[in-house]
């Protein structure tokens, strides 16, 4: 869709339009450089954020409330810097083929629906709302395929502490004493990781939490894109109209149009991203704790098996009350926003790097 058809008028002053630079569609894209860049500028995004992540997981399976400064130093004093990086060898291999899938998906869902809701006749910002959904829809169940088993695999390496033999000791002072029926069995690395639980539980056991994934992921994605869709509406309305207020606008038969330069678009999305990836953040943060303890713990009740949703719940209330549900919800709203800001700018720059036809964009 094309966000620069973006316009607002006030019925006390001349039309208002604000150009901004057109979006590029699949069909714009040069593929095989999309997916180069992409692999490596996501990778570098990962990298940064990958010990918020380990910090809210941590959070997330302990049986009371830790703070996220006090795990933090915790880990760094009792397992080392090393700590907060555990599983990101594993996260990473998943990383590259979950975003190709991702971006794909996103993509052509976007061009597809985008087409087809304006031959129905919604209006364009209308149009462009429920293609961001559905193409957020579409892309989190694609990239799930691939991104439950490297959760559930990196997760367990996450939460684990000094690595012993498998149902070993790990020794006084370990974070796991804190954590409800964690896993005895200590992983070397992802391959072993892969491996143990393979033979444990089996074909299953990869995908555990492979429904409630779903069922966070992919409402969550819809929200998000279809926040910021929005969201950059709003934000570009309010700017447009505080330039023209300063007389910063030309004037272009009869109307004031508004030409931002490419910090104010990079400004607006990191904006938008960062409000939209707020409320899903707070929206599907008990989805995403119970998903984390399904993937992560033993169940009490069925032995080796991994517990059931209901009994995740019941475990969660015993512990905190419902509030539980809502441990490590600074973690993961700093690093929904962080990562949604840094994303999007980063995807957007992605997109025009990687377009074939590089005048089709002024």
């Keep these: 869709m094309n966000l620069s058809a973006a316009e607002e008028e006030s019925p006390s002053t001349a039309a208002q339009e604000i150009h901004i630079p057109a979006d590029i569609d699949w069909e714009m894209l040069d593929k095989s450089k999309f997916f180069f860049l992409g692999a490596a500028l996501f990778s570098g995004v990962s990298t940064t954020l990958y010990p918020v992540v380990v910090l809210k997981t941590r959070q997330q399976v302990a049986q009371s409330q830790v703070s996220c400064i006090g795990t933090a130093f915790w880990i760094v004093r009792h397992e080392g810097f090393r700590a907060l990086y555990r599983g990101f060898g594993t996260s990473l291999t998943g990383t590259i083929p979950a975003r190709a899938l991702y971006m794909t998906a996103l993509e052509v869902t976007k061009s597809n629906v985008g087409s087809a809701t304006i031959r129905l006749g919604f209006p364009e910002p209308t149009a462009a709302t429920i293609a961001n959904a559905a193409a957020g829809l579409s892309a989190a169940m694609a990239a799930q395929v691939v991104w439950t088993p490297i959760d559930v695999v990196s997760q367990r390496l996450m939460v684990q502490g000094n690595v012993s033999g498998c149902g070993g000791n790990s020794g ?5 004493s804190r954590v409800a029926n964690a896993s005895t069995c200590k992983y070397r690395n992802g391959i072993d990781a892969f491996r143990k639980i393979l033979n444990t539980d089996g074909p299953r056991g990869l995908y555990r939490g492979f429904g409630i994934s779903i069922l966070t992921y992919a409402p969550s994605n819809a929200m998000w894109w279809a926040s910021y869709s929005v969201a950059q509406r709003v934000v570009w309305s309010g700017i447009g109209y505080y330039f023209c207020k300063k007389d910063e606008c030309g004037n272009e038969n009869g ?34 704790t119970i998903k984390t ?22 475990n969660l209330v015993k512990e905190g009350g419902w509030m539980a549900c809502y441990r490590g919800l600074g973690p993961r709203w700093a ?13 957007e720059f992605l997109k025009r790097m990687s377009t074939k036809n590089q005048d089709a964009l002024t």
Excluded: C, W
């Excluded at 006084?172 to 796991?176: P, S």
């Design 172 to 176: 006084g002072g370990n974070l796991n």
């Design 255 to 288: 109307v004031n149009t508004f030409r931002p330069d490419s910090k104010t678009v990079m400004a607006v999305q990191g904006v938008s991203a960062a409000m939209a990836g707020g409320v899903s953040a707070l929206i599907t943060m008990p989805l995403d």
């Design 293 to 314: 303890r399904l993937q992560v713990l033993d169940g009490e009740e069925n032995g080796r098996r991994g517990p059931t949703i209901a009994q995740t719940v019941r």
């Design 335 to 347: 690093s929904m926003s962080m990562s949604a800001t840094t994303m999007i700018t980063t995807y």
